[in-house]
């Protein structure tokens, strides 16, 4: 059974920082392209980051390239999202997905399988 489970969520002030985590199982990570995802209240979803199995590329959205890194640990089959500097904006629900079909993309409608999410709040 595939299965996502995001956690390291939670409260910081802005200027902070927070490493969000992404456990798989019942599937090898690695074998999949992995994007992070985030949505506002009463906003789409909106794509954060992808890595790409195929040649380890990394990709990001401009508004938060040069913030959040994104990384893998295969051993432990899970994906990370370090998030610094962050902002009153970036609050919301950020979640972690796959896709089926290989290359990363932007759009949420384009991955298969999705975590529950875990809510990031930025605010003094």
């Known amino acids: 059974q595939v299965q996502l489970v995001e956690s390291g969520g939670g409260l910081v002030q802005p200027g902070g920082s927070l490493r969000l985590s992404c456990a798989a199982s019942?599937?090898?990570?690695?074998?999949?392209?992995i994007g992070w995802f985030r949505q506002a209240p009463g906003k789409e979803r909106e794509g954060v980051s992808c890595?790409?199995?195929?040649?380890?590329?990394?990709y990001y959205s401009d508004s938060v390239k040069g913030r959040f890194t994104m990384s893998r640990d295969n051993a432990k089959n899970t994906a990370y999202l370090q998030m610094n500097s962050l902002k009153p904006e970036d609050t919301a629900v950020y979640y972690c997905?796959?896709?089926?079909?290989?290359?990363?993309?932007?759009?949420?409608?384009?991955?298969?399988?999705w975590g529950q999410g875990t809510p990031v709040t930025v605010s003094s």
């Open positions: 997905a796959i896709k089926s079909l290989p290359g990363c993309s932007r759009w949420f409608y384009e991955y298969d399988y």
């Open positions: 019942g599937f090898t990570l690695d074998a999949y392209d």
């Open positions: 890595f790409s199995s195929s040649d380890g590329r990394k």
